[in-house]
């Protein structure tokens, strides 16, 4: 089992920035992804970013160039930092960490973007 804890969430305004974090205990040992997705009112939730335990990342179309992922693996945390946030990025963002055959969610954090 995996236990995760989101942070950073809150109200900025357009052009602004936020950093969110995700920290993880449990069976951390086995974790190999960790990730932020989003939901947005009336959307499905979509990829923002993962990075492997290597330090690959991926992002999502949408995000590209304004956000960043990152991982502190001696502190079991994920990072996101966003800039340049748009009213779009409203949404609640989840972290994710994927393990060998299983995968967590922790309990979402909530992004406003206002205009």
């Known amino acids: 089992q995996v236990q995760l804890v989101e942070s950073g969430g809150g109200l900025v305004q357009a052009g602004g920035s936020l950093r969110l974090s995700c920290s993880a205990s449990?069976?951390?040992?086995?974790?190999?992804?960790m990730g932020w997705y989003r939901q947005a009112p009336g959307k499905q939730r979509e990829l923002v970013a993962t990075?492997?335990?290597?330090?690959?990342?991926n992002y999502g179309d949408s995000v590209k160039g304004r956000f960043t992922i990152s991982r502190d693996n001696a502190k079991n945390t994920v990072y996101l930092q966003m800039n340049s946030l748009k009213p779009e990025d409203t949404a609640v963002y989840y972290c994710?960490?994927?393990?060998?055959?299983?995968?967590?969610w922790g309990q979402g954090t909530k992004v406003t973007v206002s205009s």
């Open positions: 994710r960490v994927l393990v060998v055959g299983d995968n967590y």
């Open positions: 990075i492997t335990n290597g330090g690959t990342t």
């Open positions: 449990g069976s951390i040992s086995s974790i190999n992804v």
